[in-house]
Antibody, heavy 119, light 107 residues
Framework: QVQLQESGPGLVKPSQTLSLSCTVS??????????WSWIRQQPGEGLEWIGY???????DYNPSLKSRVIISVDTSKNQFYLRLSSVTAADTAVYYC???????????WGQGTLVTVSS | SYELTQPPSVSVSPGQTASITCSAD??????VCWYQQKPGQSPVVVIY???KRPSGIPERFSGSNSGNTATLTISGTQALDEADYYC??????????FGGGTKLTVL
């Protein structure tokens, strides 16, 4: 059974960089054809795709966030990462990591982690 | 940018059929999937590639996609189907796009 688990600070100061990790179990990131993804949901709002990494390090990002986002992977740890720079209160959200299959369709999700941006 | 439009809310009586729409330009040319999200939980895919149901999803969930509109249909709606539903597609210029979500109320 594939499982994903987000981890990282729950509180980030404005203008700083948000950094999260996603640990994958039950599947190997290395050599897979899946889209290892970050998606967020601001309080009371809908889902927003942040970006993904796939096929040996290729990345695609939401155009609205592209200038601030980096997604990377460490295949030796079977983890992938999100870095979002210059955060503001508008970046307060539950951040999910997810696996995207053909489509992409996000077939496995982490439980989500709430990140609050506040001084 | 490419945008998917959903009605904010849909109400249905138990046992009846609920239909949730998702609209965008030439949406029928793209694959659409649908997610169910209950309060405090992660989304779960209920329909992918327009019409396919993942294993474990009840047969009462079905999907269609043609022209500018994709539709999620829930037949014989049950109280446990009350949730937020999101459509999602992929566009070559925008990437992954989610609809704004529809709150399904079973009353």
């Amino acid at each position: 059974q594939v499982q994903l688990q987000e981890s990282g600070p729950g509180l980030v100061k404005p203008s700083q960089t948000l950094s999260l990790s996603c640990t994958v179990s039950g599947d190997s990131i290395s050599g897979s054809t899946y889209y290892w993804s970050w998606i967020r949901q601001q309080p009371g709002e809908g889902l927003e795709w942040i970006g993904y990494i796939y096929y040996g390090g290729n990345t695609d990002y939401n155009p609205s966030l592209k200038s601030r986002v980096i997604i990377s992977v460490d295949t030796s740890k079977n983890q992938f990462y999100l870095r979002l720079s210059s955060v503001t209160a508008a970046d307060t959200a539950v951040y999910y990591c997810a696996r995207g299959s053909t489509g992409p369709t996000f077939d496995y999700w982490g439980q989500g982690t709430l990140v609050t941006v506040s001084s | 940018s490419y945008e998917l439009t959903q009605p904010p809310s849909v109400s249905v009586s138990p046992g009846q059929t609920a239909s949730i729409t998702c609209s965008a330009d030439k949406l029928g040319d793209k694959y659409v999937c649908w997610y169910q999200q209950k309060p405090g939980q992660s989304p779960v895919v209920v329909i992918y590639q327009d019409t396919k149901r993942p294993s474990g999803i009840p047969e009462r969930f079905s999907g269609s996609n043609s022209g500018n509109t994709a539709t999620l249909t829930i037949s014989g709606t049950q109280a446990l189907d009350e949730a937020d539903y999101y459509c999602q597609a992929w566009d070559s210029s925008t990437g992954v796009v989610f609809g704004g979500g529809t709150k399904l109320t079973v009353l």
